[in-house]
């Protein structure tokens, strides 16, 4: 806390005064206080450097200006002061009139810059704004689960899991994508994944082991995708959920050498029916995503849960 001398000798001046009663309530810049005090620049910049030197405010940048606010001190006597001094300065309900109107101003120029980007604000670069940080936030939503990510590949969705998941179990048939995403794991300094190598429709995990299946983009790659949908089902506690993302059914055959995929895509139809047989109920399914180049691949999400008793309706 500054000496009390110090605080009283500097906030004898009314203009320092009526500038510590703004930012008591405010950060503002140079230009704000001046348009709210209409006072010169460089009267403003001199207060202010007196006001920081003493230790009552500090400043902060952003972008090309700073931002100044009131250092808020526990037991500091500027607290009295400056409760007296609203009461007594003519100027303070005035100044605070002026400071509302430069906050709506500078609310409107946010305001402005979204109308002038709405409708293309999806299609251009927004900094920070990405798919991943949004699964982040909805990951921190979900109950602490043991989870199977099937045809897990280098680990990237493994790893994601596991940020918040109680144990993922990851299979992949490539022992090198294994290797490689134990790696990653050891990387992040993730010790709760599972890594084990095998097929997704022989799957190497007990059955009722796990609380929730992932199949991310790897579905397709499966000889026989009914199969695996069934295996999924039987790992599954009852009451358990499998989360399926993968193509759209599409027509670009040079998948199959460029991607190794076993089938183009699925239709949603094709998804339902798969999940109906392996028993599952509460079945949502939904394109997600288009791509914007060609071939113009699309997602599809399906959702659906495991009944209580797993009677699948073919094998």
Known sequence: MPPILKILRVVADPSRLRILLLLEREELSVAELQEILTMGQSTISTHLSQLRQAGLVEDRRTGKSSLYSLIHTAGSPLDEILAHARAEIPEAEIDQAAMRLVLRKRQERSRAFFDSVAGRLGKDYVPGKSWKSVAHALLQLMPPLIIADLGAGEGAFAALLAERAKKVIAVDNSAKMIEVARERALRLGLTNIDYR?????????????????????????????????????????????????????????????????????????????????????AIQTSLVDKEPEPPHFQTLLAVATKAAINTPLSS
């Open 197 to 281: 190598q095998g097929d997704m429709e022989e799957l190497p995990i007990p059955s009722g082991a796990v609380d929730l299946v992932c199949f991310s983009q790897s579905l397709h790659h499966a000889l026989h995708p009914a199969r695996a949908v069934l295996e999924a089902a039987r790992i599954l506690v009852p009451g358990g959920r499998i989360v399926i993302l993968d193509l759209a059914k599409h027509r670009f055959e040079e998948a199959r050498d460029l991607y190794a995929d076993q089938w183009l895509g699925f239709s949603e139809a094709e998804l339902e029916s798969m999940l109906h047989k392996a028993g599952f109920t």
